[in-house]
């Protein structure tokens, strides 16, 4: 029977992926509130301020934080990310990886460019399985790493021809690692699928789309809103603890029970 201190994340260190602002910035904080330190990462320059404000608070809540800039879009940025994680580390590992960073424009299909296609696919695709292939002889057994997916992988809505398929492979991605990484490395795998979230990312969504999602946000069954960071960010920190040890490869929805 549990006692309760599997949920406990203390000494372990994290890298959040995007984590300045949104999303990231709310789990970065839920896992240093169980005990983590935390790599607070961002990608632009207009952001750098938001992301310490994240590391202070972090460093008030009492585990360690540190800055870094890379964009997971960059193969050669991408260590940056590792040897911050290190100078942070209290065990030599990163027992937890978030890939959460991810880009979400909206386009429809006559409207897809080929750079859309490839900022988008090297960002939320290409980023994470370099990314975790870099991490992963710093992993160690009982490691976790949690994808943030999206409504974008399932629902099928209009205008996500290039975001919703980048969501499915994060989805996908987590089968195939499960299988890949449990036996031989002791990792477990598992993405968080999130609905619509009054996030930055939601808010600069084109307005006629915000429209067109009201009717399905009034019948959320949870309740008639769109969802919040933290509606979010605790589930993410669960997978993360020794409770969870027994979930790998499954997509746990955060949605409201918008859908499955
Ligand atoms: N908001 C929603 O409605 C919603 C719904 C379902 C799923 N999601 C998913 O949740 C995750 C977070 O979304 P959000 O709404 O919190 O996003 P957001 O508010 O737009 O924040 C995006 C974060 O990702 C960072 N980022 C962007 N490109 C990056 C790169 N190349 N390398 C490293 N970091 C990068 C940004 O850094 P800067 O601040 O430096 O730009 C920022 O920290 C994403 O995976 C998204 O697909 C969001």
Request: net charge negative.
């Amino acid at each position: 029977m549990s006692d309760f201190t599997g949920v406990s994340l203390k000494g372990k260190t994290a890298i959040v992926t995007g984590s300045s602002r949104g999303i990231g910035a709310g789990i970065a904080l839920q896992l240093a509130k169980r005990g983590a330190n935390v790599v607070v990462n961002y990608v632009s320059e207009g952001s750098k301020d938001r992301a310490q404000e994240i590391v202070d608070q972090i460093t008030k809540i009492g585990t360690k934080a540190i800055l870094c800039q890379a964009s997971v879009m960059k193969l050669d940025e991408i260590p940056r990310l590792i040897e911050a994680a290190l100078k942070i580390s209290e065990t030599g590992k990163i027992e937890i990886l978030i890939h959460n960073a991810a880009l979400g424009l909206e386009a429809n299909l006559v409207d897809t460019s080929l750079e859309l296609y490839t900022t988008h696919f090297d960002c939320n695709v290409r980023g994470p399985i370099f990314l975790t292939k870099e991490a992963l002889p710093h992993l160690p057994r009982g490691g976790r790493i949690v994808f943030i997916s999206s409504a974008a992988a399932r629902l099928g809505v209009a205008g996500h021809t290039v975001y919703g398929p980048t969501k499915a492979a994060n989805e996908a991605l987590v089968r195939v690692w499960a299988k890949e990484l449990g036996h031989s490395h002791g990792i477990t795998v598992n993405c968080v699928n999130p609905g619509p979230v009054a996030t930055d990312q939601w808010f600069q969504s084109d307005p006629q789309f915000i429209k067109d999602m009201e009717p399905m946000i009034n019948e959320t069954p949870a309740a008639p809103r769109v969802g919040e960071v933290d509606d979010i960010a605790p589930l993410v920190a669960f997978l993360c603890s020794d409770d969870a040890r027994w979930t790998t490869g499954s997509c746990l929805s955060a949605n409201g029970g918008l859908y499955n």
